[in-house]
């Protein structure tokens, strides 16, 4: 679609109208308010270096449930245009780069001036501007005591959701809606609706726990999944594909199948660094040297999460036939990001476990599918 569109109109359709502008400061706004207000579980975060823990609050699916409905409310009223995002997408897009170069800057800039000796704010400065702005170079920064990671992700993933709702809206008002549509939507609104359902699950996770906020984190929870992830959704808009009832089956087959090893494989995580004890597909759990689990999806491969990912991202992509690349943006990109962080995250594992870990890789010889890789 984009490769089709005249360079004349992509460019003016980049520039930031104010209107961009009020959406992402309305957005913003509403989810400090909202994250800061709104009732949810308050669940503490990973034990950091220095012994202090952060606290998150849970309440993402209470606040994208109540801002779907405000947004919708507001539509039916003639408030807002439900097509407000399908038709400027491209520059909100810009707009929202925009901010994560500022706000990073921003980041950077609070970073070199503190002197904070705490694991959340320490500043870790290579001395290298581009890499410190890339990488970031505090842990946990806050604003208004509001921890920016935790918000910034949270903003991605809802993000994700509003764009999709958009297009689904436009599909209909153009007359194009598809079964394909229909499944894209369906498959993409559970897994958002089931990240949030499972928030505290992503308080342990590697962005979370061990990476900076930098550039990299801000325009990937900012930009990247809510503009990639939704391509496929873009592509539909424009293209019309045929499913038949096998290929139907076999996507939604791909989907719950993704999802059970996904679900499965973060939650035995999660159960297990909360209480080591707790039985794992029904028998005591393998645990080597007290620390790592060794049994469920985690003895199948040392990164069964990624592999149940990695089938989510297909089956969102499936829908849209095989006639173009172009919807497989996102499982390529997730292919090569999970191998890429799986391989890092070894390197902290070995480096934090030691022999213990060298004992996990012999109990577990492979990294995410068995016996290919
Ligand atoms: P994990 O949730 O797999 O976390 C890795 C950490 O878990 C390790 O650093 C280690 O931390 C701990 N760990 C590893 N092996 C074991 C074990 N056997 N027993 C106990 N603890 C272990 O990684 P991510 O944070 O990268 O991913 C979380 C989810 O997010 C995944 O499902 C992934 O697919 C998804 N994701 C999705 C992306 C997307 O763009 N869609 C991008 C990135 C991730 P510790 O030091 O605490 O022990």
């Known amino acids: 679609m984009l490769l089709d569109m005249d360079l004349g109109v992509l460019l003016p359709s980049l520039i930031p109208s104010s209107q961009s502008v009020y959406v992402l400061v309305f957005y913003f706004v509403y989810l400090a308010v909202a994250g800061e207000i709104l009732p949810g579980k308050v669940i503490r975060g990973v034990l950091l270096s220095d012994g202090s823990q952060l606290r998150y609050r849970c309440n993402g699916l209470l606040a994208l449930t109540l801002l779907v409905a405000i947004l ?147 325009f990937g929870d900012l930009l990247w999944i809510p503009f990639t992830f939704s391509i496929q959704g873009w592509w539909l808009l424009y293209n019309k594909v045929e499913l038949t009832v096998p290929a139907i089956v076999a996507n939604c087959l791909v989907f719950l199948i993704g999802y059970m090893v996904f679900r ?33 999806y985690w003895g199948i491969a040392r990164h069964c999460n990624y592999l149940g990912d990695l089938m989510l991202a297909l089956s969102f992509s499936l829908p849209c036939g095989i006639s173009s690349p172009v919807p497989y943006f996102y499982p390529t990109y997730l292919l090569i990001l999970l191998i890429w962080r799986e391989r890092r995250d070894e390197v902290r594992c070995a480096e934090k476990y030691k022999e213990i870990w060298a004992e996990y890789l012999r109990v577990v010889p492979w990294r995410i599918l068995p016996y290919v890789y």
């Open 72 to 218: 919708g409310l507001c539509a039916k009223l003639g408030i807002v245009s439900p097509l407000v995002v399908a038709d400027r997408g491209l520059e909100l897009l810009s707009t929202t780069f925009i901010f994560c170069v500022l706000v990073t800057l921003a980041l950077y800039i609070t970073g070199r001036s503190s002197s904070d000796k705490s694991s959340s704010l320490k500043p870790h400065v290579s001395g290298n501007l581009v890499h410190d702005w890339w990488f970031g170079l505090q842990l946990n920064p806050q604003f208004m005591s509001i921890d920016l990671k935790f918000f910034f992700v949270r903003a991605g993933m809802m993000g994700w959701l509003l764009i999709n709702l958009s297009i689904l809206e436009k599909s209909v008002q153009d007359g194009s809606l598809s079964q394909s549509m229909i499944l894209y939507q369906i498959f993409c609104a559970l897994y958002i609706l089931d990240y949030f359902v499972h928030e505290e699950y992503m308080t342990s996770t590697w962005d979370i726990i061990a990476e900076r906020l930098g550039f990299m984190l801000v």
């Open 264 to 296: 499965g494989a973060n939650k035995q995580k999660h159960i297990f660094k909360k209480n080591p004890k707790t039985p794992i597909w029904g028998k005591p759990p393998v645990v080597v040297g007290g620390k790592l689990l060794a049994s469920g």
